[in-house]
C-alpha cells in the first residue's frame, strides 16, 4: 500500500492520501493496512472501534475529546464533503491551543489522522456527508468532553453560510480557558 503522508501546520496532525487505482469500472484503494500506517506514519497504533455517521448539510460535530482514555483517530469521508477539524489541547505542546482543519471529501479521498490529544469535529458542506472513523480507544461517555465549536480564543475559521446545525451537548462546549486539558 502506497501512501502519501503530508504534515499539517500541526505537524503531528497528519494528511494521508491511499494510493487509488481507477479505471472506467471505479476504483479501488486500500483504506486501511496497519504495517503501511505504521511505516508510513512512524508509529504504531491499534485501532480498536469503528465508527460511521451521516450527517445533513450544516450540521457540526464536535470539538470532542476524551480527558481519560484519549482517542487518536484516522477519519475519512465516503460520501459528500467536511471541513474537519483538531485542536491542539495538549498543554506541554508547542502548538497548544492551535488548530488545524482540512477538507475531506468522498472525491478528493484524502484522511486525516488526529492523534491523541486533540479536540476533533467537522462541518458538513455538501447536501449530506459520510463519515467514517477509527479510534484507538474505545468511547467513555463519562470522559467525554466537548470545547465550544466557536471558541474566540481558538479562533477557528469554520466555513460557515449560516448558524450551524449543532447537538445539545456541542452548543454547551465548554470556552478554551475553561476546558480540562492533558499534560
Known sequence: MNLT????????VKIIEPK?????????????NARA???????????????????A????RGLHYQIQHP????????????????????KSSPT???WVGVTLSVDNKRQLWVPEGFAHGFLVMSSSAEFL???????Y??????LLWNDPTVGIEWPLTGDPILAAKDEAGKLFKDVEVFA
Open 71 to 90: 482517542q487518536g483517530k484516522l477519519v475519512r469521508v465516503v460520501a459528500g464533503e467536511v471541513f474537519d477539524v483538531a485542536v491542539d489541547l495538549r
Open 57 to 60: 448539510c450544516g450540521v457540526l
Open 141 to 146: 461517555p463519562e470522559y467525554e468532553r466537548s
Open 96 to 98: 497548544f491551543g492551535k
Open 20 to 32: 487509488v487505482f481507477g479505471d472506467d469500472r471505479g476504483f479501488f484503494l486500500e483504506s486501511f
Open 133 to 139: 472513523y477509527k479510534t484507538t480507544d474505545y468511547w
Open 37 to 55: 500506517f505504521e511505516q508510513a506514519m512512524g508509529l504504531k497504533r491499534d485501532f480498536v472501534q469503528d465508527n460511521h455517521s451521516r450527517s
Open 5 to 12: 503522508v503530508t504534515p499539517t501546520a500541526i505537524p503531528e
